[in-house]
């Protein structure tokens, strides 16, 4: 029975993949049938999801990663006198990241019935294209998680990159006034090809990886003897295998789950359609890198006391802080979770950069549902807010109207209060408020961290690296807290400040009940993980054989608890006091008095976009040009046809030169010569017999007398 | 008693000079072709004579024959060229080859 | 069928002398002909495609018969994992050339289909040979009609005759070379023979060291081999030729130059290069690493110089480049492992990569050129400035287009991905600092793609008006059925090969394990 299942799981991403070719092939002109069969698909997938979660949460002990997976193989590819085996597995990791994909990505599924406004006269032209990429999306993100081996899992991941170019630029025909703000196209663009950099670091990690163990399987990598003959054998002096290719595969979680400095193109991915955001930024893109990171982690803790981890812990606390501050200072209220989310994603990576795995994907777990629940939340805010325009402003089309500044809201919560409470649930799990799901995962990164700082790390890593670590994340958790508190009060609380929030109409079914359930795993999600009955440890916790001693269990530390509530609490409560306290009336931000120029420096996201452009892609259309002229106009082109143009030249010459004068000169001369000759000899023809006869005769006769003096 | 072979010899070569002597010499077309014939018949003189000799002990006839051809030839010859001088003297009016001289333009 | 790659290589030939006997007015009948014809040569292919015994690996359908006996000359034919995949590759390309032909060209009908069906033999013919002589033969023979199509059926802005003769001027100077070269092996070694060439050559072997031993002879032997192979290829800086000879040439021209000529070159490099002077080979890529270092610049540069263009045609010939690039990566990484044991693995790889580049490039840009000419066919114009928004307008060409495209980028997933990933997994291992520069051709490749092509063509507001003004009123329609018909094939063998690569790799893996196993 279990392995009945297990040997299923090839079927899970396959329920997706053919939803989508069923949409784009067949069915793209019928809206409901679409809509149907993309429901169907990731449905099914969500049922064989669980039903293997909880058969594998049955079997664990023999299912823990890094080694001890269910092998469900594909097929094989020859190279040379071996071969690459390609295949997925079943292990705990897997296991709980199929507990939370498919279901958040059905809640996604559903709620975007309505957003992208089924039913009504404004439904999107291309509404069943949609669900075909988010289900090609959802096909990309579950087989990303049960693959065996880095191939199968770069094609997946690569899938992703695929889908959310697409998604992203779903609305490519979009132009706005403004020619600095960034379109839809340019968006997806932006999103692939940055994440494209980190995706070739990554495939040259792998590949030397697999050129060092000569083969991508994960339980054949993370084996004691190959992980003790990479941490032994040196790429350069000094740097061992393990710690380049752990960087190097690091380099795609960067790119991935827009760490710093490949953090640029996420909140740009904003311009696509928010159920998009939700699923690319909360459930599964994101946290694609940060699972990378987490299944590879014997890798990176290969090498006690490696410099990658340092670079992973760094990485991901500045992140989080830095971007935290970004988040401050935007009016977009998607552009603020996202910002959040990179952040988040932030503390992840820090917290396996100090070894704290297990916390690291208990606050990816509960992350995905509320971040998602965020982000529905706020698209259906601005779904609101956009009907409340449109109501108001029948056809005049003349002033762009952005329903997704804040500043255009306030006082939604009586026009939506599911909408309104469900958001504000998600932000209280966000900011990690006792007792939602946030609270516990993120308590644990920072319990960790502090017990790093005080026993000193795990696999090495320095008491001084954790307390800087822990440091970052709880500033980073208090500017949390103050940024969530400033967008529910912008946007809920005080009095309508347009026309448009005043008449936001409540979503409808198909979008509230996914904010509803959501936030219901917001609350509770975190009792799973509580320091006392921390069913994550249990299931990935041990993988002590390989890793050679035993994970952070995440001890509950009342100082740290203490000190991170306060923290969140006074976040909030600043909040409060500059926009809670007195509801603004006009648009204008209090903090850009405040703050003044560093206000500014915020706004524009620390200036990476304008750095970005001005050095590196500027730099690279130039060089693009440069090289065109030097290979057209300047060097190589030129040199051929110089090289023909000497071929007809040097014709030429010998034509004037050398056949004229000289060869034809020859042959010229030996006829005249001939001519001449003949104009001599032509006197001896006389034309009369009797003389032709003579000399005859006469020849004759001397042959005659020659023949008679020889004998 | 035989005529000893030298005898005929020098009377074939009398009548081949005077053959020659005459196509040389004369300026008449007519006279030219008689002296050919004469060549001719001198050289069918040496050829019987020959045959007489030397062949008749071993038995065969190839002097007589290339006699009989060489008389064939001559008759040939002295038709065609005589229908050649009748054609040349009626475009003519003359039969002297110095006046014949086409051949050279 | 003890003569099945003998009726390959020829039944072209007879379907173009059945061409000849066909008054020049019923076009109909010539078009349904030579499409018919060429279908006998696909079937068979498919057929070999099965037949041959990957187990038992080596030359098989081999026919050897004397040709010119004095020189010691002989149709020698055969085919092994490398040649059958391009065999068939040639074979389907011509097929789905000739259908788009059928429906596109009006201009002296009786004259292109002829000379369609005398290229596919000349191609057929340099993928069977097993004797240089008939190689080269064969090879030049490829060269003619192509000069011809160029030349008659370019578009007239495009200076046809001008690319037609730097074409064919271009690949003779190499070929010339190669004659000689050709040439100086007989007389060292008193045979022409491929095989026995690439088996029998090497110290303590029957035939002794190459050129007996005498380094510079061999050297410039082999030099005159690459320079053939590369001008074709075409490698860094012998590419000059390409842009002009794809812009002009006409739809089906282009697609076969790209699909298969440029393959011609690569089958060059790994038939008789590789064989027959690998330490010379090896020379330059380990002692002297000439050979990786044009791969790099092929690369980077010829991706850089996508970025630049605006006509949509030159930059799909200027990705060859770029793609034509990785194949040369994954040669010179199989070349620098000789004579190393233990990277015999990682050769056999990037030897398997490179053939698969070759077959996967002949699909793919092979479709991106029938995907050119439909959009050419409508609006007369290549320049990307005067599109945008078309997936707006025509949603199934943006589909294929997308597809392809995102093969080319070498999405994994899609055919493209497994190339170059098995070309760098080789390179990684062998050439490590070159694999490390050759992969930021893949993100130049992305942007050249996405942000040239996809962006300026097909994202955006479709703008009615200006599309007026550049086509001056053409009409604007989606995919024909015929241009789909030329297309659900490569793209199926895009998104076949690119899940499932074993069957492919099955071939080119015979080859790679035959090449290193001595």
């Not at chain 1, 630029?169 to 692939?192: E, H, M, N, V």
């Not at chain 2, 300026?27 to 045959?51: D, K, Q, T, Y």
């Not at chain 3, 057929?124 to 011809?148: A, K, N, Q």
Request: aromatic share 16%; glycine share 8%.
């Amino acid at each position: 029975m279990t392995e009945f299942f297990f040997n299923l799981t090839w079927l899970i991403p396959l329920f997706p993949l053919a939803s989508f070719a069923i949409i784009v092939l067949w069915t793209n002109r019928n809206r409901l049938l679409s809509t149907w069969i993309a429901w169907i698909g990731i449905g099914l997938a969500w049922i064989l999801g669980w039903a293997i979660l909880f058969l594998a949460w049955g079997h664990s002990s023999e299912l823990t990663p890094p080694t001890h997976g269910y092998p469900v193989p594909l097929y094989s590819i020859p190279t040379g006198t071996t071969e690459l085996q390609l295949g997925f597995q079943v292990d705990t990791l897997t296991g709980l990241m199929l507990f939370m994909v498919p279901f958040v990505c059905l809640m996604i599924f559903i709620y975007s019935k309505g957003y992208m406004n089924y039913g009504r006269e404004n439904v999107d032209p291309r509404y069943s294209r949609f669900f075909a990429y988010i289900s090609l999306f959802a096909c990309g993100m579950l087989g990303l998680v049960i693959s065996d081996n880095f191939v199968t899992l770069l094609i997946f991941w690569e899938v992703m990159g695929l889908c959310s170019y697409l998604l992203i630029g779903f609305w490519f025909d979009k132009s706005y006034s403004d020619p600095k703000r960034i379109t839809p196209k340019q968006a997806g663009l932006k999103a692939f090809l940055t994440t494209r950099i980190g995706d070739v670091i990554m495939l040259a990690g792998m590949l030397l990886l697999y050129s060092q163990v000569k083969t991508l399987t994960f339980r054949e990598i993370f084996s004691e003897e190959t992980l003790h003959h990479l941490a032994t054998t040196y790429a350069f002096p000094g740097m061992p295998w393990a710690t380049l290719c752990a960087i190097l595969i690091f380099g795609g979680a960067v790119g991935k789950s827009a760490q710093f400095p490949l953090h640029v193109w996420l909140p740009d991915a904003m311009e696509g359609p928010t159920p998009v955001s939700a699923l690319i930024h909360a459930a599964t893109m994101v946290s694609a890198g940060v699972y990378l990171v987490a299944r590879s982690f014997p890798l990176f803790v290969a090498v006690e006391g490696g410099v990658q981890l340092a670079v992973v812990a760094f990485i991901g606390a500045f992140t989080a802080l830095f971007s935290s501050t970004i988040a401050v200072a935007q009016n977009d209220i998607k552009r603020v979770l996202a910002y959040s989310t990179v952040s988040q994603l932030g503390y992840m990576i820090a917290a396996l950069g100090i070894g704290a795995y297990v916390a690291a994907v208990f606050h990816l777990i509960t992350h995905a549902f509320f971040k998602a629940l965020l982000f529905l939340g706020s698209g259906s805010v601005i779904h609101g807010v956009e009907h409340g325009h449109h109501e108001t402003h029948h056809g005049s089309h003349g002033h762009e109207f952005d329903a997704n500044d804040m500043m255009n809201m306030g006082g939604l919560l009586q026009r939506m209060p599911v909408t309104g409470w469900t958001f504000i649930i998600g932000a209280l799990a966000l900011t990690g408020i006792f007792p939602w799901a946030g609270f516990w995962s993120k308590d644990e990164i920072l319990a960790d961290a502090w017990n790093a700082f005080q026993h000193g790390g795990h696999f090495g890593v320095s008491s001084g690296w954790a307390f800087f670590v822990w440091l970052f994340l709880t500033l980073a958790a208090f500017l949390t807290a103050f940024y969530t508190g400033r967008q529910i009060f912008l946007t809920f609380a005080g009095t309508p400040r347009t026309e448009a929030a005043r008449h936001a109409p409540e979503s409808v079914p198909s979008m509230t009940w996914p904010l509803i359930i959501l936030a219901g795993f917001a609350t509770f999600l975190g009792l799973f993980g509580t320091p006392w009955a921390n069913q994550f440890y249990q299931l990935i916790g041990q993988k002590a054989e390989v890793l050679g001693e035993h994970l952070p269990h995440g001890e509950f530390n009342p100082l740290v608890a203490g000190i991170s509530t306060v923290v969140a609490l006074s976040g909030w409560f600043i909040a409060w006091l500059i926009y809670g306290r007195e509801p603004l009336t006009n648009p204008v931000d209090p903090l850009e008095k405040r703050l003044g120029r560093l206000y500014i420096w915020l706004k524009n996201k620390w200036y990476f976009d304008e750095l970005y452009m001005n050095y590196i892609v500027h730099p690279s259309v130039r060089l693009a040009q440069a090289c065109f002229a030097f290979d057209d106009k300047l060097v190589i082109d030129p040199l051929v046809d110089a090289f023909g143009r000497f071929g007809r030249w040097l014709s030429e010459w010998l034509k004037d030169a050398v056949d004229i004068p000289i060869v034809d000169g020859i042959v010229n001369g030996v006829g005249s010569v001939t001519a001449k000759f003949g104009e001599f000899m032509r006197a001896t023809q006389t034309g009369k017999v009797q003389n032709y006869l003579l000399v005859a005769a006469v020849t004759v006769l001397l042959l005659l007398v020659l023949f008679v003096v020889r004998a | 008693m035989q005529v000893p072979l030298s005898w005929y010899l020098i009377v074939a070569a009398a009548l081949f000079c005077i053959g020659l002597y005459g196509a040389l010499s004369r300026r008449n077309a007519i006279g030219i072709l008689m002296g050919v014939e004469l060549m001719l018949n001198s050289v069918n003189i040496n050829l019987l004579a020959f045959w007489r000799h030397i062949e008749v002990a071993r038995g065969t006839l190839t002097g007589q024959v290339f006699a009989i051809i060489v008389i064939t030839v001559a008759a040939a010859e002295a038709a065609v060229g005589l229908a050649l001088i009748i054609s040349a003297y009626r475009h003519r009016k003359t039969v002297d080859v110095e006046d014949m001289d086409l051949m050279k333009l | 069928m003890e003569q099945l790659l003998t009726f390959i290589t020829f039944v072209p030939l007879l379907g173009a002398l059945l061409i000849l006997l066909i008054p020049k007015e019923e076009e109909r009948t010539i078009k349904n002909l030579s499409v018919g014809i060429s279908f006998i040569p696909l079937l068979l292919s498919i057929y070999l495609w099965f037949a041959y015994d990957k187990a038992a690996s080596g030359f098989q359908f081999e026919v050897m018969a004397r040709w010119i006996p004095a020189i010691n000359v002989n149709y020698h034919v055969g085919a092994d994992g490398l040649s059958i995949p391009l065999i068939f590759l040639t074979a389907l390309l011509t097929t789905l050339s000739l259908i788009y032909s059928s429906f596109t060209i009006t201009r002296r009908v009786k004259e292109f289909f002829l000379l369609f069906l005398l290229l596919e033999m000349g191609m057929f013919g340099v993928f069977v040979s097993l004797d240089l002589v008939l190689f080269y033969v064969f090879w030049e023979i490829g060269l003619v009609p192509m000069y011809l199509l160029i030349g008659i059926w370019g578009q007239p802005k495009d200076r046809p005759q001008y690319s037609a003769i730097k074409f064919f001027l271009y690949t003779l100077a190499g070929s010339v070379c190669m004659l000689l070269a050709i040439l100086g092996l007989y007389f060292y070694h008193g045979t022409f023979d491929i095989v026995k060439l690439s088996q029998e050559l090497g110290p303590g072997k029957p035939l002794g060291p190459v050129f007996g031993g005498v380094s510079w002879l061999a050297i410039a032997a082999f030099w005159a081999f690459f320079v053939a192979f590369a001008i074709k290829v075409p490698l860094w800086p012998f590419h000059t030729w390409l842009p002009d000879a794809h812009t002009a040439a006409p739809t089906a021209g282009s697609v076969i130059l790209a699909g298969i000529l440029l393959k011609l070159g690569g089958f060059g490099m790994m038939r008789i290069a590789l064989p027959i002077f690998p330490e010379q080979f090896w020379m330059y890529t380990w002692r002297v690493p000439i050979i990786p270092v044009l791969a790099l610049l092929s690369i980077v540069y010829g991706a850089l110089v996508c970025m630049a263009q605006w006509d949509l045609k030159r930059l799909i010939a200027y990705s060859s480049v770029s793609h034509m690039g990785y194949f040369m990566l994954g040669v010179a990484a199989t070349a620098a492992a000789w004579g190393q044991a233990n990277l015999r693995d990682a050769a056999a790889m990037a030897s398997n990569g490179a053939a698969m580049q070759m077959f996967n490039h002949g699909i793919i840009t092979g479709g991106l050129f029938f995907l050119v000419g439909v959009i050419y066919e409508r609006a007369h114009t290549r320049d990307l400035q005067d599109f945008g928004g078309l997936s707006k307008v025509t949603p199934y060409y943006y589909g294929i287009f997308m597809v392809t495209a995102l093969a080319s980028l070498g999405l994994p997933g899609l055919a493209g991905f497994w190339a170059e990933f098995f070309v760098f997994r080789g390179a990684f291992e062998i050439i490590p600092w070159f694999a490390a520069i050759g992969v930021l051709g893949i993100v130049f490749t992305a942007a050249y793609i996405l942000w040239k092509i996809i962006q300026y063509v097909f994202l955006g507001d479709f703008d009615a008006h200006k599309w007026e003004k550049v086509t001056h009123g053409a009409k604007l329609t989606d995919m024909f059925a015929f241009e789909k018909v030329t297309m659900w094939p490569l793209v199926l063998f895009m998104i076949g090969f690119g899940i499932f690569p074993t069957p492919l790799v099955d071939f080119f893996n015979t080859f790679a394990q035959a090449l290193l196993g001595g």
